[in-house]
C-alpha cells in the first residue's frame, strides 16, 4: 500500500508540472533598440508581479517589430517612430488593426566626443554635416577645430535604416532642403549604444541616439531649430514638454485593442510603478507622475 501511495503522489507531480507550465502565458514583445533596455526592465519587473506572465523582449529596430505586428508574430510591437500609412494599410490588408500606445517620450540626442568644442548646432548645421548634398566635409568648413582629429574630417555615425531613430532623426534634423536623405559615407551602426560607444572613441565623430544611453565619456550638443535662436539641450524635462527640437514620443503596438494579459501588461506599463520604471531608464514618461525613490 505504501509503495502504491508513494506511486501516486509521484504520479500526480510529474502530471502538476506540465499543467503549471502549460498554463504560464508567454507575451512576444520585439522592435525598436532604443526601448529595449526599458522593455527588458519592464519584463524583469512585471514577472515579480505576476509570475504566470513572461514577456519575451528581443530589438532588432522599429521596422523590425513593426513588420512582426503586420505579420501576426509578435503581440507588442515598440517602436520610436510612428507606424508609416503604408504600413498601417498593410497591416489592414492581413486583417490587422494595429493600435498605437505612447508609453513614454525620448530626447533624441546628438553626441560629440568631449574634446571637441562645438557646444551647439543648428539643424542646417546638422543638414550640412549629413544631409545628402551638403558641403560640411570637415570641422573647419563650420568654423570648429577639433582636437586630435585628423585632417578635421567629420565621421558621420548614423542607424541602420530599419531603425526607428533613424528615421525620426531623417525626417525632423536633416531638413527638405536635402530631400530628407542622407549622404553617403554614413557609418550605419545596428543599435543605439553603439553610436555612443564609437563617438567616445573616435575625436572626429558625431551621432545620434537616445538620451537614454549617454554617458560621462560623450558630450551632448544643445540644439536649436534656426541659426541665432536659443539652442536647447536635450533632457527629461525638455523632451516631455517637446521644447528640445528632436524630442519623440516612444510607442507600442497591438494587433487591435488589447485584451486579456496584454491590457493589464499595458495598463500596468502605464501605471505609476511601470512609468517610474521608464523615467529611471533616462525617459520621460508618458503622463506627470511623482515618483519620490528616484
Not at 52 to 62: I, P, Q, R, T
Amino acid at each position: 500500500m505504501k509503495i502504491n501511495k508513494l506511486l501516486l503522489s509521484t504520479l500526480l507531480a510529474s502530471v502538476a508540472l506540465p499543467l503549471n507550465s502549460a498554463a504560464r502565458t508567454v507575451l512576444q514583445n520585439k522592435g525598436s533598440d532604443t526601448l529595449v533596455n526599458v522593455a527588458q526592465a519592464w519584463a524583469e519587473k512585471y514577472q515579480t508581479i505576476k509570475p504566470d506572465v513572461a514577456v519575451a523582449v528581443s530589438g532588432g529596430g522599429s521596422g523590425t517589430g513593426i513588420a512582426a505586428v503586420i505579420n501576426g508574430t509578435v503581440d507588442i510591437a515598440n517602436s520610436s517612430r510612428q507606424m508609416k500609412d503604408k504600413e498601417i494599410e498593410k497591416a489592414k490588408a492581413a486583417g490587422i488593426n494595429p493600435v498605437e500606445h505612447v508609453v513614454g517620450y525620448d530626447a533624441l540626442a546628438v553626441y560629440v566626443h568631449p574634446n571637441n568644442p562645438a557646444n551647439s548646432l543648428s539643424f542646417a548645421q546638422l543638414g550640412e554635416i549629413y544631409g545628402r548634398g551638403g558641403k560640411a566635409e570637415k570641422w573647419t568648413d563650420l568654423g570648429i577645430t577639433v582636437p586630435e582629429c585628423k585632417d578635421q574630417k567629420i565621421v558621420m555615425v548614423s542607424r541602420q535604416n530599419n531603425s526607428g531613430t533613424y528615421e525620426y532623426f531623417r525626417k525632423t534634423a536633416i531638413g527638405d532642403e536635402y530631400k530628407n536623405k542622407f549622404k553617403m559615407g554614413t557609418l550605419d551602426l545596428h543599435g543605439s549604444k553603439d553610436v555612443v560607444d564609437l563617438v567616445e572613441k573616435t575625436p572626429c565623430a558625431i551621432g545620434y541616439s537616445g538620451l537614454a544611453y549617454a554617458t560621462d565619456h560623450v558630450k551632448k550638443v544643445c540644439i536649436s531649430k534656426k541659426e541665432g535662436e536659443a539652442c536647447v539641450m536635450p533632457s527629461e524635462t525638455t523632451a516631455a514638454d517637446s521644447s528640445y527640437p528632436i524630442a519623440r514620443p516612444l510607442f507600442m503596438y497591438t494587433k487591435g485593442q488589447p485584451e486579456g494579459e496584454i491590457k493589464a501588461y499595458l495598463d500596468w506599463i502605464l501605471s505609476n510603478e511601470g512609468q517610474c520604471l521608464i523615467k529611471a531608464k533616462g525617459y520621460a514618461p508618458a503622463k506627470n507622475i511623482d515618483c519620490p525613490s528616484l
